[in-house]
Every structure is written in structure tokens, then in C-alpha cells.
């Protein structure tokens, strides 16, 4: 029994773990499900959490659906750090590992697995194919952030679109959320915006540019081509 075959509830682990290890180990499965089923949660869509500054130390495992990590303004203006997508592994924790430093929204209805620190350790150690996971998703993260931070102090309205409609659609392509190059984005054009810095009617106007220059296609809402 592997740890994808124990843990049903998860399948985009197996995705996951064969794409890093090539493999996953036989060891204490069933105790890793039972840790998984215990800890899964659900949340729909528009609901937060965790609010940034609050307590939380937990690690998220996200098993189905879209989360917003972001950090907002006393004004209200909201950057939008990072999407969350199946699959991946992340935590929010700040450096006093006691509380938020990110607010962690669920966008669309999800299914998380939350576990605490000692428990996702264990699950670590049980299944070392989850700590070399763990450290590729987070390498892939950094990555991510270093190429949109360059888009967002340095490039245009049309490269900020275009870089994130790219990672996105490479992000959904990994964990088979493609087809043909074509992919749905559960997003409305101001989340769009506070991922990329930009305004709503920033957002449109540079949509249809890229549109009319062929780039793009956009269908229904936000269907990419």
C-alpha cells in the first residue's frame, strides 16, 4: 500500500510525489490517513482561514480547490501573495511560529487538511517522499515570487498579465487542470488585479489588448486559450 493508495482523499498527492521522487515509500500508511481524515476541513468560498496577525500555526494541505494568501493595507488595498492550488503544501506561520503573517482566504469551496507542526513532522519522518515534496513545492514557491516580484517593480501592465496567466497555466498543467493549453481561472478580474498590482479597469483594458493582439483567447468569464 502506498501513501496516495491510503489516502483516497488526496489523490494530487500521488501526482505530486511521483513527480519529485519518482516513487512513494510503503511505510505506515494507514497511520497517515487516519492523520489526513482526522484533520480535513472545509471551507466555502469567500470564507477566511486564518486573519493575518491572529494565532495559527498549522500547516495546510490543500486537497481540492483555490486559496488567496495575501496582506492587505490599513487602507483596504490588498496584494495577493500567492495562489494555493490542489496539491500543494503551505503555511503561513510567522517567524514567532505562533501567528499568522498572511490572511488565508478560500476562493472558491475547498478541502484542507490542517495539521500542526508535530504532526506534519511525523508524517515527514514516516514518509520521507513528503519532506522531499514539501522541499520542492517550497523551492518552486520562491521561484514563483522572485519572477513576479521582478514583473511587479519592473515590467508593464501587459507583462504582469501575461507572466501570471503563464504560471498559472503551467501551475494547472502540473496537476492535470489543462487541456490543450486551455484552463479556467476561478477568479474575478479584481483578484486578478491584486495578484498583479493592477486596477479592475486596468485589468480589462490589458485582457482585451491581449486579446485583440491574438495572444489570448477569453471565454466565458475567465476560460484562457
Known amino acids: 500500500m502506498t501513501i496516495t493508495d491510503a489516502i483516497p482523499i488526496a489523490p494530487l498527492f500521488k501526482t505530486r510525489v511521483t513527480q519529485v521522487t519518482g516513487t512513494t515509500n510503503r511505510v505506515q500508511a494507514d497511520r497517515c490517513a487516519e492523520i489526513f481524515r482526522k484533520n480535513t476541513r472545509k471551507f466555502r468560498a469567500g470564507q477566511r482561514i486564518a ?31 500567492d495562489f494555493v492550488l490542489p496539491g500543494d503544501v503551505t503555511t503561513a506561520v510567522s517567524a514567532d511560529g505562533m501567528t499568522s503573517c498572511l ?22 519522518t514516516a514518509f520521507p517522499d513528503l519532506r522531499e515534496l514539501t522541499e520542492h513545492l517550497a523551492a518552486a514557491a520562491q521561484a514563483r515570487l522572485s519572477e513576479r516580484m521582478l514583473r511587479l517593480g519592473k515590467g508593464s501592465a501587459s507583462m504582469r498579465i501575461a507572466y501570471a496567466l503563464l504560471e498559472l497555466c503551467v501551475r494547472l498543467r502540473s496537476i492535470g487542470q489543462t487541456h490543450d493549453h486551455a484552463f479556467h481561472l476561478p477568479l474575478t478580474q479584481q483578484y486578478l488585479g491584486e495578484f498583479t498590482g493592477l486596477s ?6 490589458t485582457l482585451r489588448r ?8 477569453t471565454e466565458d468569464h475567465l476560460d484562457i486559450r
Not at 482566504?105 to 515527514?124: F, P
Not at 491581449?210 to 483567447?217: D, E
Open 51 to 81: 486573519f493575518e496577525g491572529e494565532e495559527f500555526a498549522s500547516v495546510l494541505c490543500l486537497l481540492e480547490g483555490w486559496i488567496a494568501l495575501s496582506k492587505t493595507l490599513e487602507d483596504g488595498e490588498r496584494q495577493i501573495i
Open 210 to 217: 491581449l486579446n485583440r493582439q491574438g495572444i489570448i483567447t
Open 200 to 205: 479592475k479597469v486596468h485589468v480589462c483594458r
Open 103 to 124: 490572511e488565508v482566504e478560500a476562493l472558491t469551496d475547498v478541502v484542507v487538511a490542517t495539521l500542526n507542526h508535530a504532526e506534519w513532522e511525523d508524517l515527514q
